[in-house]
């Protein structure tokens, strides 16, 4: 009745093939852009930006970077974690080696860094595929922490081996360092969040994104049609690490401001982009935010109900916790196996014919 | 999404909701995951003393303390989620001590630029000593470097004063937290002539096979650990695998619970460890516990955890921070202070003897006085040694200082390259 197509009328292929093609969809999506930069920032505290949103955007990037690789093309890698600590050291380097130059390109640069690693990594997906490939990929988690635990280069020989964030402004308000007012680092995040979704959303429906479904569904195949195998797999490869590297970059200089490679960027940090990719749904631009969604937001949600909420004890809190979002994990993918994306699919599909479904 | 984002916003009100006009003090604590084993009794030991406080005294000053727990698994986004989550908690959080030294570097700027002192005790950042730098973090009553110093101090005595030659293997956690003490061991090798080797382990700790066969085959005459939570255990384990004379390892403070070398058995006797607070339950302060907190059944956690190393430890610091709410208290004047007052209760705490024994713990600590120029004690510490049999660490020598030499120009260039890094002018 309110969710429908109807009276909504097309006449040029431009207007055909927009992201959000239903008039509801399109407002909707303004209506959450305008919210997000033009009253979120003049609501949020310190608490609401650290603890919710930034981990939100950040991991939300990631998801993305990770799922044009898995999900549009197929190549699946556990190595995220390793390579968001290219993303973030690269940003380190370049914000202790460059102060003069502003933070924003420093972050985009750190993206190319980790993209032209994520390639060289990517070279063995030519010969070898699956679960090879992954364990390949897992060898490059590893041997990039063990890198930046081993190299005093990249920690400027700090004593301990951590990397502190140092204050950088952007157009003279501070998003990094202790210093920065929350609105400040979230509108810095956003900016960042938004423009990845929008390359993200326009590569995968362009050319670039149609070659890798192709190498995804049979790569003998797509070889045949006319797919170079070596180009489609190591652009996927480039461009799924130059979010995740925006994404590590983010991580380390606007939300945490001091990092411990090992536990930062371990192989958690692999797993848990990987669980936002699937359970949000692989080869979904909107997967992508809802997994990162479900798996930043409810530990922190479930938290709060059973401990300030209800005044529960910590450690039962916690360990319920662990039990509701893995449950909630197996009976998500149980019921819908791909991923909160195809439920909000299913969901609009039976709005759109509600309240006649005949 | 949007749904859950609205759920949120009402569940972060309801967390925010009760305001308390109490002096608030958060512990965050850890009582999941691979660290938890050392979370518990510290937290239990922390949580205790401030329940004796409310129940026996009502309070410090007739101000309940007011304490919320907060669980970060040992992890620094969810220690960070803490911080942000209960910084504002009734009047506003007065002291933070994470118990984790990557939580701790994390907060070091933050609740600086909040204004809310940092309690480091015996972790965190080594050169927070110099408080003319960093004005907000306190780490006496001693710190990783001196520890480093204590246990090279012991095994000069165990050779008469000389161990040049002398081979020693740094067995560490492969973080912040288990660098901190190489530096010091390089420099008090190049003084003393021993030959230093590092080998570290990752977090969690849990495989360590390589490590130890390393460590067999180098044959060192001794090995010093800085480890945490499972890590521990393994080690302890591998050492009396492969048969390690017990008596020639030695662990740093947090390398020394009973739930660490229990594990090994009888193997484990002799296992040592450096400690800056006493061990045991032999304290008047104890029968108090017992009587108020215990027998009310308002003991924290499954209260089983009472006289152990790290629940003294947790009494040890909650004890600190009373005393220092004290001072604070007497200096402005006022019960209810914030935390700038409670900063400078900090900045002019001075544990005596005297005052220890009125507290009901006699020779429980090293006697120290906080002062501008130094937040961090005067290096005191003792080697504890464990007896399976008797199932408890004994101390097996006094209170002694440590390397100050050493010990202080590392402090004072490290201090000085972190107040050139963050453009800070020193205070005093």
């Given amino acids: 009745m309110f969710y429908r197509e109807a009276g909504d009328f097309k006449t040029s292929y431009v207007d055909d093939s927009q992201t959000f093609p239903i008039r509801v969809d399109r407002y909707g999506y303004y209506a959450l852009l305008a919210v997000a930069f033009g009253v979120l920032p003049f609501l949020v505290n310190d608490y609401w930006v650290n603890a919710v949103l930034l981990p939100f955007l950040i991991y939300a990037i990631a998801a993305i970077g990770l799922n044009i690789l898995v999900g549009y093309c197929g190549q699946v890698s556990l190595g995220t974690g390793g390579f968001m600590a290219v ?204 997994g990162a969604a479900f798996l930043v937001l409810l530990p922190v949600f479930l938290k709060n109900v059973l401990v300030g909420g209800l005044g529960w004890p910590t450690d039962l809190a916690a360990h319920l916790e662990f039990m509701i979002v893995g449950a909630l994990i197996l009976i998500f993918l149980i019921a819908e196996p791909h991923g909160l994306a195809q439920l909000w699919r299913v969901t609009k599909e039976k709005l759109r014919l509600w309240p006649f479904p005949h | ?88 908690a009734g009047n506003g959080a007065l002291l933070y001590q994470p118990l984790s030294t ?74 912040a937290y288990g660098k901190e003490p190489i530096r010091t061991l390089e420099e008090l090798g190049r003084k003393h002539g021993y030959e230093l080797t590092t080998v570290p382990v990752d977090h969690p700790g849990q495989e360590q096979k390589s490590q130890w066969l390393q460590i067999r085959r180098d044959r060192p005459d001794y090995v010093i650990m800085w480890g945490w939570g499972a890590m521990n255990q393994v080690a302890v384990q591998e050492a009396v695998n492969i048969r390690f004379p017990m008596e020639n390892f030695i662990g740093n403070w947090y390398s020394g619970a009973e739930s660490d070398v229990r594990g090994a058995g009888a193997g484990a006797t002799g296992y040592k460890t450096v400690t800056f607070h006493s061990l045991g339950r032999d304290y008047p302060l104890y029968d108090e516990i017992q009587r108020y907190v ?21 009494l040890y610091a909650a004890m600190l921070a009373a005393e220092a709410i004290r001072t604070a208290q007497e200096i402005h004047g006022v019960s209810a202070i914030n935390a700038a007052q409670l900063r400078d209760g900090m900045e002019n705490l001075e544990m005596t003897e005297a005052r220890m024994a009125a507290l009901g713990l006699p020779n429980f600590g090293p006697e120290f006085k906080v002062t501008c120029e130094n937040h961090g004690g005067n290096g005191y510490g003792a080697i504890a040694q464990w007896d399976a049999a008797a199932d408890e660490f004994r101390l097996i020598t006094d209170y002694f200082q440590s390397d100050q030499e050493i010990v202080s120009s590392l402090i004072a260039e490290d201090s000085a390259a972190y107040a050139a890094e963050n453009g800070i002018t020193p205070r005093c």
């Fill in chain 2, 294 to 314: 215990v027998d009310a059944g308002k003991a924290a956690g499954a209260g089983d955890q009472l006289g152990t190393v790290l629940y003294n430890r947790g």
């Fill in chain 2, 1 to 88: 999404m949007k749904q859950t984002l609205k759920i949120a916003a009402i569940a972060a009100l309801m967390a925010t909701g009760p305001a308390l006009a109490d002096l608030t003090i958060p512990d965050t604590s850890y009582r999941t995951g691979p660290y938890a084993p050392n979370g518990i009794p510290f937290s239990d030991g922390y949580q205790d003393y401030f329940t004796l406080l409310n129940e026996r005294d009502g309070g410090i000053g007739g101000e309940r303390i007011n304490l919320v727990e907060c669980e970060t698994a040992y992890n620094t986004e969810k220690g960070v989620e803490c911080y942000e989550a209960t910084k504002s």
């Fill in chain 1, 87 to 290: 993303g973030a050291y690269a940003c380190y380097k370049l914000m202790t080696g460059f102060p003069e130059i502003n933070i924003f390109f420093h972050v985009i640069l750190s993206g190319g860094i980790t993209a032209a690693v994520c390639v060289l990594f990517g070279l063995p997906s030519l010969r070898i595929k699956g679960f090879y490939l992954a364990v390949a990929t897992l060898a490059a988690q590893f041997f990039l922490v063990w890198l930046f635990n081993r190299v005093g280069w990249f920690y400027n020989y700090s004593a301990s081996g951590q990397i502190n964030a140092p204050e950088r402004t952007v157009f003279g308000i501070a998003v990094t360092g202790a210093q920065n007012p929350p609105w400040a680092a979230y509108l810095f995040c956003l900016v960042f969040t938004v423009g990845c979704a929008l390359i993200a959303r326009n590569l995968t429906r362009g050319m670039a994104g149609r070659k890798w479904m192709a190498i995804r569904d049979m790569d003998i195949a797509a070889e045949i049609i006319g797919v170079n195998p070596l180009k489609a797999k190591l652009t996927a490869f480039a461009v799924s690490g130059f979010f995740v590297g925006i994404a590590g970059a983010l991580f380390f200089s606007v939300y945490l401001g001091a990092i411990e490679v090992g536990e930062a960027f371990g192989i958690n940090k692999s797993f848990l982009v990987l669980f936002m990719v699937i359970i949000g749904g692989l080869g979904s631009i909107f997967g992508s935010f809802a």
């Fill in chain 2, 102 to 175: 990557g939580i701790a570097y994390q907060l070091i700027p933050k609740a600086t630029a909040d204004g809310i002192p940092l309690h480091t005790m015996g972790y965190g950042r080594t050169s927070a000593k110099n408080g003319s730098v960093f004005e907000w973090v306190f780490n006496y009553p001693a710190n990783y470097w001196d520890a480093a110093s204590h246990a090279i101090t012991h095994i000069l005595e165990q050779n008469g004063g000389d161990i040049s030659g002398k081979k020693i293997t740094l067995l560490y956690h492969n973080s």
